[in-house]
């Protein structure tokens, strides 16, 4: 339990690691050196040293809220709670980023932020039947309970396959990224945010890097080393996606996820109810 | 010097902005950050958006439409920051000196703190002047620069209050 509650704070440089670590896999993937592994650091010192420029203070106190509401939804999973309540605390945390980048006039701000709630509208169903498949499995909404029930990965396969291309709507990975589009609307909901306030932003990222990877750790179930070997191929396989394809439009993606994610993890889910 | 400034130099964010050169030099910065060169090695990115700049690169001549967006550029950068120029039309206007349409330089707009001379530079100039351009960036303070004739600034770059 100890252990749990200080990996819980230790997570946002856990998170770091984790982004440092991808930037180098993705340069070494397009044959660049790549930045060292601790860059994220190095960036959010610099960002800490920047003069605060604040645009008001809902604005930035809504990507404060991103980041807190994140960690929070982080404990929640760490501490062995539900993991339903878990999926709502990330939702309360975008949604803390889009009224902040609503709140301001910039037009890129507003649009980023209206094609973030496409974001929501594409993953968070899939994200629920998710949970619904781990109870139906674990028999409990409890992360403990999970974490001793069989790998969820054996009754859950066309879950996880879903929920390998979710991952890049969820991180803003390459297909699609429509959010943060950082050629066109040049990063979206975050454009307004300098300084400090865009650091709470950034290192909210890393918390959910944690956060999602986390739930691909839980389909391991109690066999720990298959979660961990998930969680290495889901980081590769998400790399690699990035690397290859390029943005799609954002009805592309909604359209790819509740036509064919969603049907998918319902298909899983019923089966798995019918045969139980 | 706090805790932080130590990690300053390691984290460059370039803005990169062109007003109205013949896109030379554009090619020269995007070879630097092509995998021959590869600037991301010193945690350099290519940010597109002010707010979270360091470095403002400007390439070409300053044309009478890019001014108000070159200073309001320059403007909406926080504080500790460096401006470089880029080639030869950001000296002095280069081949477009005295045209009708062009202000001759970008020091004729915006205070610069590091020039790369060439037609178009090389890259290794370039990655030199980026060099050059930390080192000055990492003397700067950000209360001094821009609480001091904070407003005599403002009113020297000739912007009003716009809302």
Redesign the interface.
């Known amino acids: 339990m100890i252990n749990w509650i200080i990996f819980a704070f230790l997570a946002p440089i856990l998170g770091g690691l984790i982004y440092g670590i991808e930037r180098v896999v993705k340069a070494r993937m397009q044959g660049r050196m790549g930045p060292p592994v601790m860059q994220p650091f190095y960036d959010f010192a610099k960002l800490m040293d920047k003069r605060p420029l604040m645009i008001h203070s809902l604005h930035a106190l809504m990507g404060i809220m991103y980041f807190v509401a994140e960690w929070f939804s982080l404990f929640v999973l760490f501490l062995g709670h539900d993991v339903l309540i878990a999926v709502f605390f990330h939702v309360l945390a975008v949604l803390a980023l889009v009224i902040g980048a609503s709140s301001v006039r910039s037009p890129y701000s507003v649009l980023g932020a209206l094609r973030e709630l496409m974001h929501m509208i594409s993953y968070e169903p899939f994200m629920v039947l998710m949970v619904v498949g781990f109870y139906l499995v674990s028999g409990s909404f409890s992360i403990n309970d999970i974490l001793q029930s069989e790998p969820l990965i054996y009754k859950l396969p066309l879950v996880f396959m879903a929920f390998l291309f979710i991952i890049p709507m969820m991180l803003q990975k390459s297909p699609f990224d429509v959010a943060e589009a950082h050629q066109e609307i040049i990063g979206g909901p975050e454009i307004e945010y300098s300084g400090p306030f865009y650091e709470a932003v950034y290192t909210g990222k890393w918390i959910e890097y944690i956060y999602v990877f986390f739930f691909m750790f839980l389909f391991g179930g109690r066999n720990y080393i298959l979660g961990v070997i998930l969680v290495i191929f889901a980081f590769f396989f998400v790399n690699l996606l990035d690397n290859a394809t390029a943005r799609l439009d954002f009805r592309k993606m909604v359209k790819f996820s509740w036509i064919f994610l969603i049907p998918l993890a319902a298909l899983n889910i019923i089966l798995l109810a019918l045969w139980r | 010097m706090?805790?932080?400034?130590?990690?300053?130099k390691?984290?460059p964010w370039i803005l990169h902005y062109n007003t109205g050169g013949c896109n030379g030099c554009d090619i020269e910065i995007l070879a630097a950050l092509a995998?021959k060169y590869?600037i991301?090695?010193?945690?350099a990115l290519n940010?597109?958006?002010p707010?979270?700049a360091?470095i403002l690169l400007v390439t070409g001549p300053v044309t009478k439409n890019c001014k108000d967006v070159l200073r309001r550029l320059y403007l909406e950068m926080?504080?500790?920051k460096v401006v470089v120029a880029m080639g030869a039309c950001a000296h002095g206007g280069g081949i477009f000196r005295n045209f009708y349409h062009v202000e001759n330089g970008v020091d004729n707009v915006i205070p610069v703190d590091v020039w790369i001379p060439g037609c178009a530079p090389r890259v290794e100039a370039l990655i030199d002047g980026i060099v050059e351009a930390i080192e000055i960036w990492q003397q700067k303070s950000?209360e001094k620069e821009?609480m001091r004739n904070h407003e005599e600034n403002y009113e020297r770059l000739g912007v009003k209050d716009d809302n």
């Open positions: 706090g805790i932080f400034s130590k990690f300053r390691k984290s995998p590869d991301e090695r010193f945690g940010k597109g958006n707010k979270q360091d926080p504080e500790p950000k821009y």
